[in-house]
């Protein structure tokens, strides 16, 4: 347990580190619903910090009630959730402009959170899995069989997959009983998505697997190297997978080669989402891109200089 804690403290010593310094140019991921007519970005971050946006140019400040890092957040069935340090769930079923809070019935940090199935999930420290199928009112804890951080996670094809540290990868056709698969490579992943019949994963050292069924996974050359180098997000939209990290932005049709953009930017960048026609990343002291094709960003104004962590689209 010492060992698996000594792991956790450096990653994330070196996830805090990245997006206080810039770094030179090399992506909880967010899961989307389209089922209400009123589209919305929101993004979460530091010190409870919630923004909101209709168009991903101009953002609001939304007062969530929490004070601790937020993680992720994700939208499905009219409600947004996200999720955070010390068990922290928030929902919303206004658009962003309030926030209740849930009792998650764990104190461990929450990383990931998506929904698929009528069910939302979410995972975090020390193996921790959450569900809630009444519209996140009530979380249940689910045996992950893994005492490893779970950081992101996506649902596809019928299936959820958590990724995290060391490799781990598990997956699930109904979010309550898990399996373990395999990357073959220990790299701490941090990002999930699903698009176009393939799941990819993102991480440490540039890593990027795919896979089309969750279970058996091809590593594929992401073109960074060097330890330093991380990509924290990843998405799918309008026929291409984005990924977004230390300072870069790298994009694929297919999931298998990968081109890097110019981002204009140094800073980490930690989430990104697509939703209306338009690419969202947001990253350390409030940087925030957008891109209507994947290829060229623009720099907006957030409003915040603190980090922000993770970012969805409801439409």
Known sequence: MRHILIILSIFLFSFISISCTSSSSTSSTTSTDNSTT???FVTVGVLGTILTSSDGTTWDNRTSGASDKLWDVTYGNGLFVTGGVSGTILTSSDNGTSWDNRTSGTTETLYGVTYGNGLFVTGGYSGTILTSSDNGTTWDNRTSGTLLVLIGVTYGNG?????????????SPDGITWDNSTSARSSDLYGVTYGNGLFVTVGKSGTIFTSSDGTSWTERDSGISGSGKFLYGVTYGN????TVGTGTIRTSSDGISWTERTSGTTWSLYGVTYGNGLFVTVGGLGILLTSPDGLYWTERTSGTSRNLQGVTYSQ
């Open 38 to 40: 009123t589209g919305l």
């Open 239 to 242: 026929g291409l997978f984005v």
């Open 159 to 171: 299936t959820f997959v958590t990724v995290g540290q060391s490799g781990t990868i598990l997956t």
